[in-house]
């Protein structure tokens, strides 16, 4: 590798446990990441992190996206695993493929194609967070080669990809959003690229300096102190924000499905001492590594109509504390106010009407592009 360049993450997905039943036999998938930073050096990440035996790879593409289940004709690249064309990776492990020479833009739209010619039970498949894109799935047979894959199934859940590396220059900065559904983009409009992280890296696109890559770690359903739909944030922490390569910094945005409960469990309860017990223990684990973190204070969900009961008046209370310890404390390096920039002034338990994608909880298309654009972009320096 250049001594004047290093890894950075450029597009990220945090594993879980598959939903749902889905399984694949002999069949091809097709994912679609967008990442944020460009390069000419891409490397790719497969996890097999809940798995409970080897996953194989037979073969793995990787290409510019044209439209649908099409790349760009001309672009398609191997991947290889130590030089071997195909990977049998570990349970529970992640496999880095070899480096690759492909000229992506920022902002370029990628397609990663992964053949797994042996049967991978729907208990058994990793899914990352939810895409609010489309992938495909082939009917059986291996298409990771074909300029035009056969569609057998569409999905909008990435499977087995959890991450896109760049090759960037030593100057490079690397940002992990690391949160719950907000931060995933929950209800959002499907293949727009309405997440606040996205609008977040096309600010930083746009202001055309050091490049930084945004890396979505967020997971829908995501606590700090409860395992939900994988591991809690506190347990994860060490995997989707320190193993990131090239990371930097992190926008931690987590709590509200804390508060919410929303399993109803007396024992998972919290209060906000607990909370910020939590966010200081990620504040210690980032600085002990070198990297600065930002916090982001809760928004409201006083009419949440998503979940029965979500909301209650001590809820609301313990969210007020926790924004307030976020805001006051001097803890974190910085803070996103994503609560000032959604809540209605007249209704200060709930967000504006205009923001809010009318489940009182999830934003709007609209309120994602706020939440990005709330982001001090001094604060990535």
């Excluded at 057998?152 to 590396?165: E, H, M, P, R």
Aim: charged content about 20%; overall charge neutral; proline content about 6%.
């Amino acid at each position: 590798m250049p001594s004047d360049k290093r890894w950075v993450g450029s597009w990220a997905a945090a594993p879980a446990p598959a939903e749902g039943v889905v399984g694949f036999n002999n069949q091809t998938i097709r994912l679609n990441p967008r990442i944020s930073i460009g390069g000419e050096r891409l490397r790719v990440r497969i996890s097999n992190a809940y798995g409970n035996h080897p996953l194989i790879i037979g073969t793995a593409m990787i290409a510019l996206r044209d439209k649908g289940a099409t790349i760009t004709a001309g672009t398609g690249r191997k991947l290889t695993f130590g030089g071997r064309d195909s990977a049998v990776i570990a349970a529970g492990a992640v496999q880095y493929s070899d480096s690759i020479d492909l000229a992506v833009p920022p902002l370029g739209d990628l397609a990663v194609s992964l053949h797994l010619p042996s049967e991978v039970p729907a208990n058994f498949v990793i899914t990352g967070r939810y895409a609010r894109q489309t992938n495909y799935i082939s009917p059986p047979g291996n298409y990771a080669a074909e300029t035009v894959m056969p569609v057998g199934n569409l999905t909008d859940q990435w499977f087995f990809l959890c991450g896109v590396d760049v090759l960037a220059p030593n100057d490079a900065l690397g940002v992990v959003a690391l949160g719950d559904s907000l931060t995933d983009g929950n209800i959002s409009t499907i293949d727009a690229f309405c997440r606040w992280p996205d609008q977040l890296a096309r600010r930083l696109v746009a202001r055309a300096r050091r490049p930084v890559g945004v890396m979505n770690n967020g997971l829908g359903g995501n606590r700090i102190l409860h395992d939900v739909r994988g591991d809690s944030g506190l347990r994860r922490f060490d995997r989707d924000v320190l193993a990131q390569p090239g990371v930097t910094h992190v926008i931690a945005m987590l709590g509200t499905n804390d508060l919410r409960n929303r399993w109803a469990k007396p024992e998972e309860e919290v209060i906000a001492e607990q909370v910020i017990a939590g966010l200081e223990q990620m504040a210690l684990r980032a600085h002990a590594w070198g990297i600065k973190i930002i916090g982001a204070t809760l928004t409201p969900f006083g009419n949440e109509t998503y979940m029965a009961n979500a909301w209650t008046p001590i809820r609301e209370k313990h969210r007020v504390a926790i924004n307030a310890w976020i805001r006051e404390s001097g803890v974190f390096d910085g803070v996103v106010d994503f609560d000032a920039a959604l809540r209605d002034p007249d209704i200060p338990t709930q967000m504006r009407v205009v923001d809010d994608c009318g489940d009182g909880l999830h934003p709007s298309d609209g309120g994602y592009r706020k939440m990005g654009d709330a982001i001090d972009l001094a604060l990535l320096a």
